[in-house]
């Protein structure tokens, strides 16, 4: 399995539950359960999360599979994520930094695409 269908998501508050609802289905194809599917449904849903509350653009959610799942959420805001420290809030990218084998961001024409590894098993 290579790249999947790319998921479009306007930037409502429900466009979380919807992008885990993808990742569960997309974890049956690849058999994955357990801890690897609740953390590819964790972070997916964190990137999505910040996507909605930080940029407000219509998003979109692709998901390849090689060695490892890699996720990404491109949207058309402006600015940078970042891991902050001592917010209300703000733990979503510390938790895809410490539970991926990495993590990043692309520029993109417009906007960014906020993406992680996440292994297989």
Known sequence: MAALEPLP????????????????D?????????????????LTSELVTNAVLHAGTPLELTVTVSDCVTVMVHDIGDGEPQITSGEVGGWGLRLVDQLSVRWGVLPADPGKIVWFDLPLG
């Open 9 to 24: 998501l306007s930037p409502r508050p429900g466009a979380a539950a919807i992008a885990r609802r993808y990742i569960a």
């Open 26 to 42: 997309v974890g049956r194809r690849l058999n994955l359960e357990g801890s690897v599917l609740a953390d590819l449904q964790l």
